[in-house]
Every structure is written in C-alpha cells, then in structure tokens.
C-alpha cells in the first residue's frame, strides 16, 4: 500500500512504543514500519535492555525518538537526568508532574542550557498527569487524591504550562479539556488510544486514534496494536486509514 501525501500528515501524529526485549527486534520494527511511521518511544523495559545505545542506533534511521522513562525524583536529580537526555539527541523526553513545581522548572532550565551548550534545539519535555492504568477510585483511594480526576489532569497541566513544559502526557478522554483551558500551542501525547479492531490489554481510560485527536489529541502513542500484529507495517496503515475515515 502507497501512503498519500496526507495520509503521511496523519501517519507523523502516530508515535509507535517499541516495548520491545532488544534493540534487534527495535531495528526490525522500525525498519518494516519507517516508511510509514516515523517517531518512536523507548520506554523502560528496552532502555534498561538495552542502555543509551538504543537510541544512537535509532538515530541512524533517521527517526524521532521519544525517551519514556518518568523521570521523578528530587530536583536537582531530576535535573541532571534532563542534560544527560539532552546530550543523547532524543527528540522528546517526559517527567512525572507530581514531582512538584521545583523540579519541573530545574528540569527546564538544565534541558534548555544544555541545549545551548550543545548548540542543538532542546528537545520537548512533556508532564505525565495520571497514568492510563489508573481510574477515578485508585486515584482517590491510592494515590489520596481527592478532587476528580479531570480536575486533577487539568490542574496538572496548568502547572506544567505555567513551569515552561512543552505539553503533557494524558488519556484522550482528558484531551479534550485541556486542550479547552491550555490552548492550542501545548503539546498532548495520549497513550490508551486503541483502533477499534484491538484490545484494550491493561488501559482503563482509552479511545480510538481517530476520536483522539478529534478530541485535541497531538500525539498518539500505540504499541501492541502495531507491534504485537502479524504484520506491523500493515496494522500502521489500517490505523492511518481509520484515522483518515
């Protein structure tokens, strides 16, 4: 299948989760899917397989690369985390918002000197509100956080907004007021977007990628539906045409 020129526009809002065990089977993933999808996530289970060289190896595709590692931890941790992102290249890195204010802005800042240090753009540092795992009772009833669940997502991305963050990491079903009260130039990455052909697996508050990014969506984050599929390449291609209508 010969992917149209919109179809491309469509395909660059798609960012796939190489939630792989080895760079081996990160290459081959991309090297079956880069004609279509070109920006990718390094999550947990392959960087901790695999260490920085992941993403040096990646580069080499010509892709952009999302780290996904949740960086939360005191500021000044945090911090010199963000310039050691930096200096790898990667395109887009995130941190967990509930790490409060001081270490959003440490975090900012290092990214942005290092950046300049380095003379290459800085890349876009996106806040994590509440993990698509979690419902309206575990995050009340586990995490004691009492207001609801938009408002907590909302109030998440006010401070990210207000600390300098390029946009945030929520569930689609939030996309739609945030993207209301932040306006229009903040960034919105939404895993727990599902086509209608797959699974639901471990996401609780999910939606397909078309209603995703109707909803105010900038990134969609999809991994199983892709990467577990007989052919990745051809599951990319039926999400771009569902997306597309």
């Known amino acids: 299948m010969t992917i149209l020129l919109d179809e491309q526009k469509l ?19 991309v090297s079956q899917l880069s004609s279509t999808i070109t920006f990718y996530k390094i999550g947990l ?3 901790v397989s695999c260490g920085p060289r992941i993403i040096t190896g990646l580069k080499k595709f010509g892709v952009r690369v ?10 000044n941790t945090v911090a010199s985390a963000a310039r050691v992102a930096v200096s790898y290249g990667v ?10 204010r001081e270490m959003i ?17 800085c890349p876009q540092i996106v806040g994590v509100t509440v993990l698509t795992s979690f419902n309206q009772k575990n995050l009340q009833e586990e995490a004691g956080v009492q207001r609801s669940l938009i408002d907590h997502v909302l109030h998440l991305a006010q401070m990210a907004r207000e600390c300098g963050l390029n946009g945030i990491v929520a569930s689609p079903r939030e996309a739609q007021v945030v993207r209301k009260e932040i306006g229009d130039d903040f960034i919105i990455v939404t895993p727990g977007v599902r086509p209608l052909w797959a699974a639901s697996g471990d996401q609780q508050r999910i939606m397909t ?13 999809i ?13 990319a291609e039926k999400i771009v045409a569902e997306i597309g209508g």
């Open 209 to 221: 990628p078309r209603r995703a990014l109707q909803e105010g969506a900038s990134y969609l984050v």
């Open 223 to 235: 991994g199983r539906p892709i990467i577990e599929h007989p052919s990745p390449r051809e599951a």
């Open 91 to 100: 395109d887009m890195f995130n941190i967990h918002l509930s790490g409060g």
């Open 11 to 29: 395909a660059e809002k798609i960012i796939v989760a190489l939630d792989v065990d080895n760079e081996e089977d990160a290459y081959m993933l």
């Open 105 to 121: 802005l440490r975090t900012v800042e290092a990214a942005e000197k290092k950046s300049v240090q380095m003379g290459i753009p």
């Open 66 to 75: 999302f780290l996904d590692l949740k960086f939360h931890d005191i500021p």
């Open 45 to 47: 289970k392959l960087f």
